[in-house]
Every structure is written in C-alpha cells, then in structure tokens.
C-alpha cells in the first residue's frame, strides 16, 4: 500500500487525492471548488487522482446531515409507468414514516445517467439508493453494481436493488424482488388448463432484460409442463407501450390467427393487444383470450376486464426501504437483506376456454 492509497475499504480522503496528484491539500480544494486559478496540467492531474481513487467531495453532504432531513433516493427510468408509479409511493409513504425526504430521479433507461445519479445521491449522503427496473444482466453490469455497492456502503449508505437480481452474497446491497418467473408461470397455467394450446408471448424485447426474461422462463416452462408446443413464431417482439403492442398484434394477425391466446408482457401492452384484436374483428374472449402481467390501471378499465398478474409494487417500495435503512438502525440484520414477495393471477373477464375450432 502506498502513502496515497486509502486503506482498504475506506473513502479516500482529500490528502489521499493532494498525495496522489503531488500537490497541496489546498490546491485540490481549489479544483473541487472552481473557484481560483490552477494550472491545466495541475487540474488534469487532480481530476485524474479524484476519478483513480472514486474519491468524493463530502463537505457539502456532511452539512446536509447535519442541519437537513435525511432522503431516500429512489431511481427509474420514467415517472409515467404505472408499475414505478406505485413502487415510488410505496418507497415514499415508508421513508416518510421513517422521517426520511423521498427524492426521486429519472435516467430514461441511460446507464450513464444512472451511474451519475448514483454518484450525486451519494455525494449528498442519501441513506439508501434504491434502484428499479429490468436490466441486462451480464459481467459488465455487475461488476458496475459491485463497485457502486461498495462505494455507497464506505460512504455509509446502501445500495438497492429493487425487482432486480442479487449481485452476490459478498456485496453490500439490499434486493427485493417478486416472483417474476412464477407469476408468468400460473397465467399460462390457467391458460393451458382452459385448452389453450397456441398462446403468443407479446413482448419480447431484443434487449434481453431480466423483467422479459424472467416472464420468458415462466412462459416456456408453462408451455413445457403441459406439452405445449413452445415455437419461435409464437412469440412477437413488442416494447412495454400501448402503442407498439398494437402495431405489432397488428401486423401480426395479419400473417394469420394461428393462436387461441395472448399472454401480454405488461397491462399496457395487454391495452393495445385489445384494440389490435378489436380492431381486427376479433372478440375478447370468445375468438381470443388475453392475459396481462402487473395488475395496474388499466387492467380494470378494460372491457373486458384484464386478467392479470397481481405485483405487490407498493409493498416492493416500502420493504426496500425498511431493509436498507432498518440495516443502517439495527432493526434487520445482513441475513435479511434479499427479500422475495409473491404474485398471484387475478381472474377476471379476458379469458375464456378455447374454442373447439378456429
């Protein structure tokens, strides 16, 4: 270990970037503030030592905690959906009964933007940064998340993952998860218990995040327990909007109805599956049954209403709260740290037995 590097585990400090850069206490402090004249080569070297050593400039966040009111930041990638909306209200409603500020950020699913976010929250000394929606789950995203986690933890925050998966039983951070894979599992279980034996998967994102892949997986192993025929051209490419579902089933049915039911990836694409039906001189149930995934507006709204997958999304937001700062107050221990809740189908009016012939 040399003189300019932190011990293991511990924020740098300001010495430890001014004996990284070769330069004085005071002229790093005159680079972080901006505030005076320093030399280009000097400033290159100090920004260079500040990014090496991941160090943050913590004066401002020390006085936050000491004359403000501790936040919770809570990260997605848009306020507009109804599956964030609820999860935000639940992260909310629990950090306020804790006397905790929300402060909610939006990337619009950039990764960088997310990776600055991060950084921001932690130079502001949030307790806990709760991260939500499907990922790419490869080596390069986990490596990132590791090194955030550590980050946070040395800053004495806590890194959460909500509705994504763990990084590891080595990592200090929080995830909460539900069960993606089997709630997609039990709709088309109760698809395939009505005789439906052609059932397209509307959703399928070239992306491969894990939201997709863990409805995938229930999909198929549904389509495998009940010797279902489990083809490529039974599942059609879509994004999460209203929109795209519609102009995909679109296009599709115009190739042919070769299938009896759709199980939707999300309640809004299941909204533009109806009018793509609809609109195509199909009847819901009758001609084709329709299923959703979430239980949100507008599974209800729909005529017929939307069988679906319930998400407990409020109860998502309040446990990554309680687990995160519950670990920082001493009310839960590391073992608790990694929380699975439940799904459930909700019936209602979308689907029907299949027709004894097409």
């Known amino acids: 270990m040399t003189p300019a590097d932190p011990a293991p585990g511990a924020p740098a400090t ?14 790093v402090s005159r ?3 901006d505030n005076y004249p320093v030399a280009q080569r000097t400033r290159q070297r100090v920004l260079r030592a500040i990014r090496e050593l991941d160090y943050v400039a913590n004066t401002h966040a020390r006085a936050l905690r000491g004359r403000g009111t501790p936040t919770v930041a809570f990260v997605l990638n848009d306020v507009r959906g109804a ?9 909310e409603e629990e950090a306020a009964r804790r006397g905790r500020i929300c402060l909610i950020c939006t990337t619009q699913g950039d990764p960088e933007r997310e ?9 502001q000394g949030a307790g806990a940064v709760i991260l939500i929606g499907g990922v790419v789950d490869d080596a390069a995203y986990r490596e990132q998340m590791t090194g955030i986690a550590h ?15 763990p990084l590891g039983p080595d990592v200090p951070a929080t995830c909460v998860e539900y069960d993606n894979e089997g709630g997609a599992y039990a709709v088309v279980s109760r698809l395939l218990a009505q005789g439906h034996r052609r059932i397209l998967f509307l959703g399928a994102d070239a992306e491969g995040t894990t939201t997709v892949a863990g409805r995938m997986a229930g999909y198929r192993r549904a389509l495998a327990d009940y010797d279902a025929p489990a083809e490529e051209g039974l599942v059609q490419r879509a994004d999460f909007n209203r929109a795209d579902a519609y102009e995909r089933l679109r296009g599709r049915i115009r190739q042919g109805v070769d299938f009896t039911a759709v199980f939707a990836v999300t309640d809004i694409a299941a909204a533009g599956a109806l009018a793509a039906l609809t609109d195509s001189g199909l009847t819901v149930p009758d001609d084709v049954s329709l299923v959703g995934y979430d239980d949100v507006d507008p599974a209800t709204d729909l005529r017929p209403q939307l069988t679906t997958v319930h998400v407990p999304y409020e109860e998502l937001g309040r446990t990554a709260v309680r687990l995160a700062l519950g670990l920082r107050e001493g009310e839960s221990s590391s073992a ?4 699975l809740l439940g799904t459930h189908v909700v019936i209602r009016d979308s689907t029907a037995p299949a027709p004894v012939a097409r």
């Open 336 to 339: 608790e740290q990694h929380a």
């Open 151 to 165: 980050s946070l933890d040395a800053s004495g925050s806590r890194l959460v993952l909500c509705g994504r998966p």
């Open 31 to 33: 680079v972080l503030a």
């Open 83 to 91: 599956s964030f909306a609820q999860v935000a209200h639940g992260v």
């Open 115 to 123: 990776l600055s976010v991060v950084r921001t929250m932690r130079e």
């Open 14 to 27: 300001l010495r430890d970037v001014a004996e990284r850069a070769g330069v004085s206490m005071a002229t």
